[in-house]
C-alpha cells in the first residue's frame, strides 16, 4: 500500500515526514518537561512508526514506559532498540535493568551473556549475571562471575561482601569467614557493606556456638580442650569461629562450674535470653 498520495512526489513526501517527525521530537520534550507523560509517550510512540529503523527513537520510548512502570511495553520497546543497535551498550543495559525490576532472571543470564560479548569489562553486566545466577540457585556460576568481577575491581569490597554470601550458601563457613573478614577491613566505616558483614559474622558465630556447646555437654574431653585453647579445639572439630567468637566461647565455658574432684559440669548456658 503506498504511503503518500497518489499526487505527491516520494521526495515530498518524505520531507513532509521528517518535518512531522521533527515537530513531535519537540512536542515529546515539551510534553515530558511538563509532566504530561501519557501523551509524551503516545508521541513518542508516534516518532517510532515514522523512524521504524531509528534505535533512538525506540530506546528513548522505552526509558519512557520504564519510568512510568510500564514493564512490557518498555521490554518491548528496549528489545527493539537493543536489535537496531547491536554494537551499543546503553539498550542492552536498559533493557537487562527492567529485566531486573521484574525478576526475569533468566533472560538476565541470557543479556547480560550478550552484554559481556560487547563489553568485555563491563562490571555492570557480572553484577546482574552474579545476582542472576545466585537467584536461579546456580552458585559454582555466580562464584565464577563474581571472581571476575573482583579482578576487574579488586578495591571494591561489594564484591567480596557477594562472594562472602554465596560462599556461606554453600556451607563453605571457613572462606565465608575470611571474605566477611575481609569485607570488614576493606569497607568504609559505617558503610551498608561493614554493616552486613560484620551482622553476617556475628550470625555465623551464634549459630557455630549453639553447636559448640552442646557438643560441649556431651564431651568432657571436648570441654576440656575448649576451656583451655579454644581456638585450636574448635578448629578440631570443623568450626571457624571469628575472634570474637572464640573470646565469646572462652568466656561462656568459664561460666561453667568445676566440681570438687576438678571434672567440669555440663554446660548450662544460654546464647540468648
Known amino acids: 500500500m503506498n504511503v503518500y498520495p497518489q499526487s505527491a512526489q516520494p521526495g515530498t513526501e518524505r520531507r513532509r515526514l521528517q518535518a512531522r517527525a521533527r515537530r513531535l521530537e519537540k512536542r515529546v520534550q515539551t ?36 519510568e512510568m512502570r510500564r514493564v512490557e511495553p518498555a521490554l518491548s520497546a528496549l528489545r527493539r532498540a537493543a536489535a537496531l543497535s547491536p554494537e551499543y551498550r546503553d539498550p542492552r543495559e536498559a533493557l537487562i535493568a527492567t529485566l531486573l525490576d521484574s525478576g526475569r532472571y533468566q533472560e538476565i543470564v541470557n543479556e547480560g551473556k550478550l552484554l559481556v560479548k560487547l563489553a568485555p569489562r563491563s562490571i555492570f553486566a557480572r553484577d546482574v549475571l552474579s545476582l542472576a545466577y545466585m537467584q536461579l540457585g546456580q552458585t559454582d556460576k555466580a562464584l565464577r562471575v563474581v571472581g571476575e568481577l573482583i579482578w576487574l575491581d579488586p578495591a571494591n569490597p561489594d564484591h567480596y561482601l557477594k562472594r562472602a554470601m554465596l560462599l556461606q550458601q554453600q556451607g563453605n563457613v571457613k572462606n565465608a569467614v575470611g571474605e566477611y573478614t575481609r569485607v570488614l577491613e576493606m569497607a568504609p566505616e559505617g558503610s551498608d557493606a561493614m554493616s552486613v558483614a560484620a551482622d553476617a559474622l556475628e550470625t555465623m558465630d551464634d549459630r557455630q556456638l549453639q553447636q559448640i556447646l552442646l557438643l560441649a555437654s556431651d564431651d568432657q574431653l571436648f570441654q576440656w580442650k575448649a576451656m583451655h585453647d579454644p581456638a585450636g579445639a574448635v578448629l ?29 559440669t555440663a554446660p548450662r548456658i544460654r546464647l540468648y535470653n
Not at 240 to 263: C, R, Y
Open 31 to 66: 510534553l515530558a518537561g511538563a509532566g504530561r507523560m501519557d501523551e509524551a509517550i503516545a508521541c513518542q510512540a508516534e516518532l517510532t512508526d515514522l523512524r521504524p529503523n531509528d534505535p533512538t527513537a525506540f530506546f528513548r520510548l522505552g526509558l519512557m514506559y520504564r
Open 236 to 264: 578440631e572439630r570443623g568450626y571457624h569461629l571469628t575472634p570474637d567468637g572464640i573470646a565469646k566461647l572462652h568466656f561462656l565455658l568459664q561460666q561453667q562450674a568445676v566440681l570438687p574432684s576438678g571434672a567440669l
